[in-house]
T-cell receptor
Framework: AQSVTQLGSHVSVSEGALVLLRCNYS??????LFWYVQYPNQGLQLLLK??????LVKGINGFEAEFKKSETSFHLTKPSAHMSDAAEYFC?????????????????FGKGTKLSVKP | GAGVSQTPSNKVTEKGKYVELRCDPI?????LYWYRQSLGQGPEFLIY????????DSGLPNDRFFAVRPEGSVSTLKIQRTERGDSAVYLC???????????FGPGTRLTVL
């Protein structure tokens, strides 16, 4: 079975500081990994995804994540936080269903990390 | 283009009542997913459709929950005999054939009194 653990339900950084949101996964097969962001009263928006190509993945809004198989991690980083980055961030893993093929398995999410950015 | 839409945005009902939640996926997307997000938690998978058929319904919590997608586009999540524990935000997502990215709608907030 697959699972995701996000360390830290709340992370607070100062504007301009490094953002590091941690995600560890468990999967019996090579996973696909995702980071989604959820702004208040809005739907989930994809930040970036790893699908077995380059291990360093760049996403929108200056975020990036590195897939480390040996550590079963997919931590999200941004060099310099902006006030507009304040939101909740979810890491997710998927494994494609065998019977339909393709890359369309359901997502298994972590509990989320709420990022606060102080001026 | 238009994203995933969900109606209603909010639904308040009484314990024991029946509710239907609707999802309009992005046009042409073959895969459709339902998730449930309780307060302070990440979304939890409920059911996944590939076209008209349910490819995986292992996340439905019990037989009070049922979903359909009769024409391979719009989907309806149906909850019978609602309970207070069903209160949550119900999210719908869709994706194109053969792609892993899921595009989420804004959700329906269900409150069972």
């Amino acid at each position: 079975a697959q699972s995701v653990t996000q360390l830290g339900s709340h992370v607070s950084v100062s504007e301009g500081a490094l953002v590091l949101l941690r995600c560890n996964y468990s999967s019996s097969v090579p996973p696909y990994l995702f980071w989604y962001v959820q702004y208040p009263n809005q739907g989930l928006q994809l930040l970036l995804k790893y699908t077995s190509a380059a291990t360093l993945v760049k996403g929108i809004n200056g975020f990036e994540a590195e897939f480390k198989k040996s550590e079963t991690s997919f931590h999200l980083t941004k060099p310099s936080a902006h006030m507009s980055d304040a939101a909740e961030y979810f890491c997710a893993v998927s494994v494609p269903p065998m019977n339909y093929g393709g890359s369309q398995g359901n997502l298994i999410f972590g509990k989320g990390t709420k990022l606060s950015v102080k001026p | 283009g238009a994203g995933v839409s969900q109606t209603p945005s909010n639904k308040v009902t009484e314990k024991g009542k029946y509710v239907e939640l609707r999802c309009d996926p992005i046009s042409g997307h073959t895969a459709l997913y339902w998730y449930r997000q309780s307060l302070g938690q990440g979304p939890e998978f409920l059911i996944y459709f590939q076209g008209t058929g349910a490819a995986d319904d292992s996340g439905l919590p019990n037989d009070r929950f049922f979903a359909v997608r009769p024409e391979g586009s719009v989907s309806t999540l149906k909850i019978q005999r609602t309970e207070r524990g069903d209160s949550a935000v119900y999210l719908c997502a869709s994706s194109p054939q053969g792609q892993s990215t899921q595009y989420f709608g804004p959700g329906t907030r269900l409150t069972v009194l």
